[in-house]
């Protein structure tokens, strides 16, 4: 999951959390709120009554012992004093049902008693609790209203501030990581941005790219420099050997031990230009400018190769379109990169084998396939089997060096053609040439 | 004929001097681009190999400067640095040929006896063997005036090779450095000459017998031409 995404994911998880959480309370916390205020209220009126009692006297209310009781016409609110026959003192607010001129209404009520000239009377102030109610659901709605704007509002700022902040990263990943052949060894631009993080890991990110750029540099010109210095002393040798060998007085078993040698030097004289082409291949030193069709190119292989199927009683068959032709492409690495793989094929195959080479078209990508019947790759060599001077368990063969593949792969990414390989243990192997469509006409 | 063989490397100096000097070649060597100068200044020759990796001179430079004295001479550029544009400026400068290093001196004695045949325009290059007659100039092996064209091209390649080396042994390595020397592969070992070898003799079987096509054991091939 994107960065983006999850920190959005959470931001309004979190959101809709807190306001299911204050949705459930909302009505506790507003009855709550509606009771302290009409508590309140309650005792205000109470001192109000009090305040007219100590003021006008009990007489205000009170003559010849009749109690007062008033209420409003629909009966919302009420008062009543009377006098009071009980000792204790009483002063609480609770909710009581009381019957008022028949009807029976629910009432939060305070009770407060007091005394005066020797006599105790009792102070009733009631508020209907349906007064009470009537409040609550607009203080609710409303409440709701103004929540749901505010997370909406901070869901959709935290958006716009994630996508801005975070800017910079997905330009440095799309630019530096993905898209592009990683190491991308480019021209590579900085990365506007203000967040220290950002500027760290885009920094770090050039200075790790700087030191895979110069390993790889180093690693080619130590390749090449090697080789090309390793030439010289060869061709002193087989020279040496050459002349020894042409000498009339040397007896034929040391003219054997010579050959020995020879093949020996021309081991190392095979790794040397192969490393060296390699090397030249990596540094560009080829030009892509030839042009030809598949099947000359094959053609050439087989006038070639043909010894080695004949030797081994190998059939070989090659099923390509007339009208396919390569452009773009340097035809002496495309030779030999074709030539390797179906020496591969011959190498690898058994006695009386099969070669298949087929060029199609497969969803308008041009596809060239090389079908062995031999040996194959087990599944857990098969990523290693382009790395240089990996000789797999089941390659027996002492006759190579373990740079055939290299070779191939080397000249199939400098004209960006993808290898796929399909490979079944005893039966054979498949290698899938997938070439770009700028190479094909 | 006269060569001049500049060459820095005085151990592959004297190979190339015993060799040439072996297929009756008149030799003098220069180690350096200096005494080289000097050499093509006052003196004439047929063939001039130049390394171009000389530690004085450039070896292009040198190249040029020959050319001015000795505009008949065949140049064969040989060099350790086998850069690909090395090889198309020399060639374009008027080199004859281009070896890299490191080369069969077989492979040098058969570009040299190439460039002879072209400059020196031997039209009529037919050698006889036995039954048959070798042309090398028009490519084909012929047996009493019938032409045999199942031979291809790399067997034809062979035979040519071997009559060009004719009384000696070619060792497989030569033969397959010669005819499969530019592919860059895997293997350094083929034996697939012998392949090669018993087809053509089978081909050839078939009118008269190759006899004169020798088996030397355990080392190589020979093809023997009484002169």
Known sequence: MKLRTKLTLFNTISKLVIVTLFVLLLPVLIKNINQNYTDSRLRKQKDKVLQTVKDLGIKYYIQNGESYAGYTPIKDVYVSLDEDTLNEDLDNIQNEVRKVEGDTIAYRILSHNFSIDKKKYLLEIGISQDTVNERTAPLQSIAFLVLVTMIILTIVADQLYSDYILRPLNLIIKTKLVGNKFPNFGSYKQVRTTTSDFQHLDISIHQMIRTIESTFQKEREFISNASHELMTPISILQSKIENMFEEEDIADELKVRLLEMQKILNRLKSITKTLLLISQIENDQFLKEDKTTIGALLQDVYDEISIRLQDKNISYEAIIPENWVLVNINKFLMFNLFFNLVNNAIKYNKEGGEIRIEAVKENSAFVVKITDTGLGIIATDLPFIFNRFKKLRQSLQQESFGLGLPIVKSIADFHRIKIEVESEKDKGSTFKLIFPAELVV | ?227
């Not at chain 2, 005494?35 to 004439?44: D, G, R």
């Not at chain 2, 012998?194 to 087809?199: R, Y």
């Open chain 2, 1 to 227: 004929m006269n060569v001049l063989i500049i060459e820095d490397e005085k151990a592959l100096a004297r190979e190339l001097e015993i060799f040439l000097t072996n297929y009756n070649y008149i030799c003098e060597v220069c180690f350096d681009g200096t005494s080289a100068s000097e050499k093509v200044a006052v003196n004439l020759y047929d063939f001039i190999l130049i390394d171009l990796g000389l530690p004085d001179y450039e070896g292009l430079d040198l190249l040029k400067e020959a050319k001015k004295n000795n505009p008949d001479a065949a140049y064969i550029i040989l060099t350790a640095r086998a850069e690909i544009y090395d090889r198309i400026k020399g060639l374009d400068m008027g080199a004859d040929d281009y070896l890299a290093k490191p080369f069969s001196l077989l492979e040098l004695q058969s570009r040299m006896q190439a460039i002879t045949r072209r400059k020196f325009g031997l039209k009529n290059n037919v050698v006889e063997l036995g039954d048959f007659m070798v042309n090398l100039t028009d490519r084909v092996i012929t047996c009493n005036g019938t032409e045999i064209t199942s031979i291809t091209k790399k067997e034809f390649d062979l035979v040519a090779y071997l009559i060009l080396h004719k009384n000696r042994t070619v060792t497989r390595n030569q033969l397959s450095e010669h005819i499969w020397g530019s592919i860059i592969n895997d293997d350094y070992d083929s034996n697939y000459i012998d392949a090669h070898i018993k087809n053509i003799r089978k081909k050839l079987n078939a009118w008269a017998s190759p006899d004169w096509l020798e088996t030397v054991r355990g080392l190589g091939y020979k093809i023997k031409i009484n002169t």
